[in-house]
């Protein structure tokens, strides 16, 4: 996962960037709201974000409140020392996805990232591109250069994956868990052969725009 972790403790965003880039994601940092939010602004293609609420400058309420108005819809887990009731509704309210309350397990923080993972984005368009590619979800028909291209429903749902989350390197887990939603008991092979069928499919200009990243999963470029 490509990750933004905005925390003004910087012992504990050593220990985050050590450990999370160990278990081979892709860290971003910043110690201070502005700074996350210019950060959030020039990555469009974060997984989640780790927002701390007491940072210096302003309240992580309020960054996840502005990501939320700029129309930023990138994951966001909270952390804070406050417990009560109250103020994991207030982040809650305030756009984030998940409340964590300090201290916690490294393995927790790692499930709940998982989780937040799962979640498929949400669906603010009919129409998906990238670069010759055109999926219309409105008549569920995918063109590419203009020629119709037909697919299965399994390689038409991992094909709308990447596309709803261009420039993000995807793994093979969550394209698993988009394209089969009901826990079916799969092994990430099957994504490389239904992604090997859809690029036959897509021909050499579509199948040019998935990109495999050794060891992490796909990403879809061209948009």
Known sequence: MHLLVIEDDARLVRLLRRLLTQDRHVVETAETADEGLEVAGASPGLDA????????????????RQLRRTGNSVPILM?????????????????????????FAYEELLARLRALGRRPPPRSTMRLTAGSIVLDEALRRVTVAGKEVQLSGREYSILECLLRRPGQVLS??????????????????????YIHLLREKLGPDGAACIETVRGMGYRLRGS
Not at 49 to 64: M, N, Y
Not at 87 to 98: I, Q, T, Y
């Open 49 to 64: 974000v780790i927002l701390d609420v007491g940072l210096p400058d302003r309240s992580g309420f309020e960054v996840a």
């Open 172 to 193: 093979r887990d969550q394209l698993l868990d988009y394209a089969w939603p009901y826990g079916a008991a799969l092994t990430p092979n099957t994504v490389e052969a």
């Open 79 to 103: 952390l804070t020392a406050r417990d009560a009731v109250g103020d994991r509704v207030a982040g809650l309210d305030a756009g984030a996805d998940d409340y964590l309350v300090k201290p």
